[in-house]
């Protein structure tokens, strides 16, 4: 799969795919990740990006012309079963993890960057497939947001990841039935030392008996997700959830 990241700001992807799962699937051959600069596509002298909002306001816009210029020259034929453009905003439908499954369907994904006041209103009615939002709160610019999504889709890439059902058994999968990868929160997990602070691993996990950890993950994930998210078990009618025995004792508020 093939990430395309239009920016002004390209330096900042530096850091973020230089690590982890990212770079070494970029290293296996499994994605590659093109940061293109937006001053490349633009016709003046100064390369300029913005300019002033029509009707008066705060700050700056970025042109209509070299974000059409940079989608239309990375993907000049473009195929929308294999190539998907997504404006960063935070005016979007909120990112998850089945938006993630459904952009790792296609071959290529372009994510647009905006900064100042955003992006001319054109890009988003008559360029991009779709805008995404990571969260309801306002970011500088798109740059993190694209960080998250790229990080995101580039794991569930058959591959990627060292051991498959790593991204099977995590929290939002969604196999669509009961059980694991159910759209539910993952179990917790716990190394060593067996006791720390006087906190204890919880007995089931130390004992090697499989069946048994298995169903106390199990219920640990309904329990956890109960407690911090239970919007995610609305929908479904599942079976009624109860509360694990704390190992140490202690009553949770
Ligand atoms: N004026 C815009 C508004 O109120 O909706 C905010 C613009 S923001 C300062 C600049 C850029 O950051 C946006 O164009 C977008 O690309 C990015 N951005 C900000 N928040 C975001 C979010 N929650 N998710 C995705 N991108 C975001």
């Given at each position: 799969m093939i990430f395309h990241v239009l920016t002004i700001f390209?330096?900042?992807?530096?850091?973020?795919?230089?690590?982890?799962?990212?770079?070494?699937?970029?290293?296996?051959?499994?994605?590659?990740?093109?940061?293109?600069?937006?001053?490349?596509?633009?016709?003046?002298?100064?390369?300029?990006?913005?300019d002033r909002p029509f009707g008066g306001g705060e700050g700056m816009?970025?042109?209509?012309?070299?974000?059409?210029?940079?989608?239309?020259?990375?993907?000049?034929?473009?195929?929308?079963?294999?190539?998907?453009?997504?404006?960063?905003?935070?005016?979007?439908?909120?990112?998850?993890?089945?938006t993630a499954r459904r952009l790792m369907e296609f071959e290529e994904l372009?994510?647009?960057?905006?900064?100042?006041?955003?992006?001319?209103?054109?890009?988003?009615?008559?360029?991009?497939?779709?805008?995404?939002?990571?969260g309801d709160y306002v970011l500088s610019g798109g740059e993190l947001a694209a960080a998250v999504v790229v990080d995101t889709v580039a794991r569930l890439i058959p591959g990627v990841l060292g051991n498959p059902d790593s991204s099977v058994q995590e929290s939002f999968s969604d196999s669509g039935?009961?059980?694991?990868?159910?759209?539910?929160?993952?179990?917790?997990?716990?190394?060593?030392?067996?006791?720390?602070?006087?906190?204890?691993?919880p007995e089931v996990l130390l004992g090697g008996n499989h069946a048994e950890i298995r169903k106390w993950r199990r219920q640990a994930a309904l329990e956890k997700t109960t407690r911090l998210r239970p919007e995610l078990l609305a929908p479904r009618a599942s079976a009624p959830v109860q509360a694990l025995p704390d190992p140490n004792g202690v009553k949770k508020g």
């Open positions: 390209p330096e900042f992807f530096r850091g973020p795919f230089e690590h982890g799962v990212v770079a070494r699937g970029e290293k296996s051959g499994l994605l590659q990740i093109q940061i293109r600069n937006l001053r490349d596509w633009t016709s003046d002298f100064h390369k300029t990006v913005d816009v970025l042109k209509p012309q070299p974000v059409f210029a940079a989608v239309e020259s990375i993907f000049p034929r473009r195929d929308p079963r294999k190539q998907r453009v997504v404006l960063l905003s935070a005016q979007g439908p909120l990112f998850n993890q089945r372009l994510l647009i960057c905006g900064r100042y006041e955003g992006v001319d209103e054109r890009v988003s009615q008559h360029l991009a497939d779709e805008e995404i939002s990571i039935e009961e059980g694991p990868g159910d759209g539910i929160l993952d179990c917790p997990h716990y190394t060593r030392p067996a006791v720390f602070r006087g906190w204890s691993v």
